[in-house]
């Protein structure tokens, strides 16, 4: 099953948008050097983020999103993206514009290594959701979510974010964000066709449904 999705989305071509999103590229130069960072260097740099981000990576506000136990790649990528304008944050473009790339680096490394925020606030029972995410859509051709984001919302590869226990509010935002084309640094604008054809409820219902994943 989650084979035939995953070729059905490698041969896709319409899937795909002209312009590049992002300008992070997967070299295996790029690999190494982000697998290289600096966890207790990242730590240090990490008390500028605590603020908002939670003094373990751990978000307290429901829409700034936690970054503990992230892929680190995918925050690597986020902070190339704000720096360079690929996404759009004025707070985030200020502050990934005063790192340095290993900074980004170590930092990713320092919150990828922290432990993933906690799922228990409480099971819902979201039947709607929990559908789209392990059986899609076939009439909107919607590919499950856990094809890409794994079946405990762990993420996956490279780019493909953690979601699990992730702040609702920030997941509603976001996901809307890639709805209306305001969040556009996804490669090959998959997670704008997606959203694109989620109504309001079910974006809602998703965010809920991946904060309290267990
Ligand atoms: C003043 C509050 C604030 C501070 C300080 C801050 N951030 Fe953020 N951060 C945010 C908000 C709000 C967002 C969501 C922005 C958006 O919607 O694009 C965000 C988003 C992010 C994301 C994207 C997460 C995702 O799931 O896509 C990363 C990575 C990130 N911040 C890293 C950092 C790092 C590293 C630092 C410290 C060097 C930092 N932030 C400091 C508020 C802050
Ligand atoms: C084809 C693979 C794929 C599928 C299917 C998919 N996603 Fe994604 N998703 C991605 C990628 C890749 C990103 C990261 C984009 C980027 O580089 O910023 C992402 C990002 C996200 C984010 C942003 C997370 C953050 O921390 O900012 C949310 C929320 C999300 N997806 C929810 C969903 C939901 C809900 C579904 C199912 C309805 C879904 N995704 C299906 C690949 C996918």
């Not at 979201?126 to 392990?134: G, H, N, P, R």
């Not at 953690?162 to 920030?170: D, T």
Request: net charge neutral.
């Amino acid at each position: 099953m989650n084979r035939l999705w995953l070729s059905l989305i490698l041969a896709a071509p319409a899937l795909a948008s002209a312009a590049p999103s992002s300008r992070v590229a997967w070299t295996a130069e790029q690999l190494n050097f982000v697998k290289g960072g600096n966890a207790q260097k990242g730590r240090e740099l990490a008390a500028t983020c605590t603020a908002c981000h939670g003094e373990i990576g751990i978000s307290e506000t429901p829409d700034y999103p936690s970054l503990a136990g992230q892929l680190p790649t995918y925050l690597f990528k986020q902070l190339q993206d704000y720096a360079d304008g690929s996404r759009d944050n004025p707070l985030m473009a200020g502050i990934a514009k005063g790192l340095g790339k290993q900074d980004m680096a170590d930092l990713s490394a320092w919150f990828a290594s922290l432990p993933p925020p906690p799922t228990s606030y409480g099971k819902e029972t979201l039947k709607s959701a929990e559908a789209l995410v392990k059986q899609g859509d076939n009439e909107r051709l919607l590919v499950p979510c856990e094809v890409c984001h794994g079946n405990n919302g762990e993420g996956q590869k490279l780019d493909i974010p953690a979601l699990a226990g992730q702040q609702a509010e920030y997941l509603k935002a976001t996901l809307t964000a890639f709805k209306d084309g305001s969040r556009h640094n996804d490669v090959y604008g998959k997670m704008r066709l997606i959203a694109k054809t989620l109504t309001e409820k079910e974006v809602e219902e998703l965010s809920v449904y991946y904060r309290s994943l267990k």
